[in-house]
């Protein structure tokens, strides 16, 4: 009688087991479907999609350059804004030019928002890795705490790309978190590509990577220089493309910026305009 | 831009605190209280004393410790770089994980540590909305299509023109709108085409156009004709604006109003409901003139030697040669846009400057005391800016 006692108690503990994993498992996905809808319903709730100064001034003119470059026929279009990395644009252009209302563009843009959800839950679980109902509980918490600042909030009705660029930032730390260092930096370096000024951010990726290892010092620094060397590939990449084309108008690849750094590659490379 | 820049190091180590006030300005544009950073301080010491009391008993997973690190640099090299909210998004996002986390390292019951993470989690909710973040950006609404409406032009016009911009807004949302093969430019970012610039040489080869050259601008209807076309006084103010790159506006019958529905929503939401409707753009075709460079004295203005009294002074508010002089009536103003900042010079003798959050300008001196020095500006008290968001005036 005990034996078949024990049994049952060792088959029940391994059935609550897989269930345990599968919640655990289905927690990103849950999160996730919930995010999109609750995002989706912003601009639903609020009557409409805001249009910003920025979204009057460059967002919508950058997304229809990102369908074909215009700085054979423009200048200045859209002022010193357009020469922005544009594509991040083109889903609300495309969206606003489709006809699309404003009340029911939230559906993709939110869907697109949504995609940092995941990022946060496995975040979340490398900082609360238990597989308890209360564990759970509490990175759903962290998770909800995370999206609960107002600038992010406040991009959820705006065509402001300030959120969409900053995730693939979240899946490189996330990444990072597991160790895989390739993958990490490569999206360090998209991240940098759809915004400038995230490349100054990004120099916390290689202290992340440093301190995350358990090699041996020098494997440490070579894991580094390879993770840097994946920055440099995810943003040339992604970049590479407007890099070029602002290079062969403008002489510059990031132009307006760092124009006087520029000045001798075009002196040595002969490019005039 | 400096505008969320700390101008001190007292602003520097206070900011997680500032980030707590319900004022607009203080690392984003718009209202945006945030609690987390202060939160993530205290879970912090109290993570480190609760390990002092108990010897070690707490264990910190060694991805938080990591997270926090790296959530310090990136708040410093913030600081340093922008401190604008919306480019540190990602570090806004990991701070409230963190806070849930540390709370889960707390030597407390399960059911206090989660009863903790739900009131931490609920004053940053209510904060949040206290500010409603919702449509805090929208300066008008895309309703239904077009998401942007604007009246087609019904004056036949050459498809392959050029159409200039200068309002500080370029609206090159309706570019879309207009055929394919139209060039725009917002003329008035751009350097003279006198200049010897890159930029002016672009300049000069849109306005150059075989097709011709248009203007297409928002209407004020208080300075518009009966046909709402633009009026006298307007056409001589799009004229200053313009007379550097060559062109003039001449008649104002070649216009066009393009009533826009769009442009509605925009002044509804500025000025109340009671704002009437009827809002437009004009498009008008623009003439060509010789192109003349401007004089030294007429580029910099007749109180050049005051303006760069302040600054010497001032030179984080007032850089020097990143500001052109406008002329105002009764005055002369330069306005830095990397500081968010106007400085007047009047002809009455008084010199003002004003911080772009602040409601009123500050009276700096007469022209005299300034350039005499009996007026020293003090660059740590700017009305409007310097401090913490509840020392900072109006």
Redesign the interface.
């Known amino acids: 009688m005990l034996d078949i006692a024990q049994a049952g108690d060792a088959d029940m503990s391994h059935v609550t087991g897989a269930l345990r994993q599968a919640r655990v498992q289905l927690e990103p996905w849950i999160l996730t479907l919930i995010a999109w809808i609750l995002f989706a319903a912003?601009p639903w709730?609020?009557?409409?999609?805001?249009?910003?100064?920025?979204?009057?001034?460059?967002?919508?003119?950058l997304g229809?350059t990102a369908e074909a470059q215009?700085f054979d026929?423009?200048?200045?279009?859209?002022?010193?804004q357009s020469f922005q990395f544009p594509y991040l644009y083109w889903p609300v252009?495309k969206l606003?030019?489709s006809?699309?209302?404003?009340?029911t563009?939230g559906i993709v843009l939110g869907g697109l928002h949504a995609l940092?959800v995941p990022a946060?839950w496995k975040?979340?679980n490398?900082?609360?890795?238990g597989r308890a109902v209360?564990?759970t509980?509490?990175?759903t918490?962290?998770?909800?705490?995370?999206?609960?600042?107002?600038?992010?909030?406040?991009l959820?009705?705006?065509s402001?790309n300030?959120?969409m660029?900053?995730i693939p930032?979240?899946w490189a730390?996330a990444y990072s978190?597991d160790k895989r260092l390739q993958l990490a930096g490569f999206l360090g370096g998209i991240?940098i590509a759809f915004?400038l000024?995230?490349g100054?951010?990004a120099?916390?990726?290689p202290?992340?990577w440093l301190?995350?290892s358990e090699r041996p010092h020098w494997s440490r620094l070579r894991d580094m220089v390879v993770g840097c060397l994946w920055i440099v590939m995810g943003f040339a990449v992604v970049y590479g493309y407007w890099g070029l084309v602002l290079w062969r108008y403008?002489?510059n690849p990031v132009y307006p910026f760092y124009d006087e750094v520029f000045a001798p590659l075009r002196s040595l490379t002969g490019w005039s305009? | 831009m400096i505008r969320f820049v700390p101008d001190t190091l007292r602003e520097a180590l206070l900011r997680p605190l500032a980030m707590t006030a319900p004022d607009g300005g203080v690392y984003?544009e718009?209202?945006?209280?945030?609690f987390?950073f202060v939160f993530l301080f205290l879970l912090v010491v109290a993570v480190l004393l609760g390990r002092l009391r108990r010897k070690q008993t707490i264990k910190i997973?060694?991805?938080?410790s990591?997270?926090l690190?790296?959530t310090a640099?990136?708040f410093v090299?913030?600081l340093v770089?922008?401190g604008n909210?919306?480019?540190?998004?990602?570090?806004?996002?990991?701070?409230?994980?963190?806070?849930?986390?540390l709370?889960?390292c707390l030597p407390l019951s399960?059911f206090f540590?989660?009863s903790l993470?739900?009131l931490?989690?609920s004053i940053?909710?209510a904060?949040?909305m206290s500010?409603d973040?919702?449509?805090?950006?929208?300066?008008?609404?895309?309703?239904?299509?077009?998401?942007?409406d604007l009246q087609k032009p019904q004056k036949p016009r050459d498809e392959a023109q050029t159409i200039v911009t200068i309002s500080t807004?370029?609206?090159?949302?309706l570019?879309?709108q207009f055929p394919a093969?139209?060039?725009?430019?917002?003329?008035t970012?751009?350097p003279p085409p006198t200049q010897d610039r890159?930029?002016s040489?672009?300049?000069k080869?849109?306005l150059a156009n075989p097709h011709g050259v248009s203007l297409f601008v928002p209407a004020i209807k208080q300075l518009a004709t009966s046909e709402h076309l633009p009026g006298a006084g307007i056409r001589q103010a799009i004229n200053n604006m313009i007379e550097d790159y060559g062109l003039v506006l001449q008649r104002a019958d070649a216009c066009e109003f393009l009533l826009s529905k769009?442009l509605d929503s925009?002044s509804l939401r500025q000025r109340g409901a009671e704002s009437s409707a009827q809002q437009g753009f004009w498009l008008c075709p623009l003439e060509r003139v010789e192109l003349k460079s401007k004089d030294v004295t007429k580029r910099k203005g007749k109180f050049a030697a005051v303006f760069e009294a302040v600054e010497i002074q001032c030179p984080r508010f007032f850089k020097p040669d990143t500001a052109n002089t406008l002329q105002i009536q009764g005055g002369e103003l330069r306005q830095y846009g990397g500081s968010d900042m106007k400085l007047y010079v009047l002809e009455d003798g008084d010199v003002w400057y004003k911080y772009f959050r602040a409601i009123n300008p500050v009276r700096l001196g007469s022209r005299e005391e300034i350039l005499t020095g009996r007026a020293p500006v003090d660059c740590s008290k700017i009305l409007g800016r310097s401090g913490l968001p509840w020392e900072r005036g109006l």
């Open positions: 912003v709730l609020e009557g409409g999609y805001g249009l910003s100064w920025d979204a009057l001034n460059h967002h919508i003119y229809w215009r026929k423009d200048f200045l279009g859209a002022a010193y252009y606003a030019t006809g699309w209302p404003g009340e563009v940092v946060l975040i979340a490398a900082c609360i890795p209360h564990d509980m509490m990175r918490i962290a998770v909800v705490m995370a999206l609960m600042s107002g600038v992010v909030l406040s959820l009705d705006s402001a300030d959120l660029a900053a930032f979240v730390l978190l991240s915004k000024s995230n100054p951010l120099c916390v990726l202290v992340l301190m995350n403008f002489g305009r | 984003v718009i209202m945006a209280p945030d987390r997973p060694g991805s938080i990591q997270l690190v790296v640099l990136a090299i913030w770089i922008t909210g919306r480019y540190f998004i990602q570090f806004l996002l990991i701070s409230g994980v963190l806070c849930v986390g709370i889960n399960k540590r989660a993470a739900v931490l989690t940053q909710i904060a949040v500010a973040p919702f449509n805090a950006w929208a300066l008008a609404t895309w309703r239904d299509a077009p998401y942007f807004i370029t609206y090159s949302l570019a879309p093969n139209i060039r725009w430019s917002n003329i970012s751009s890159l930029e040489r672009y300049a080869e849109i769009g925009l």
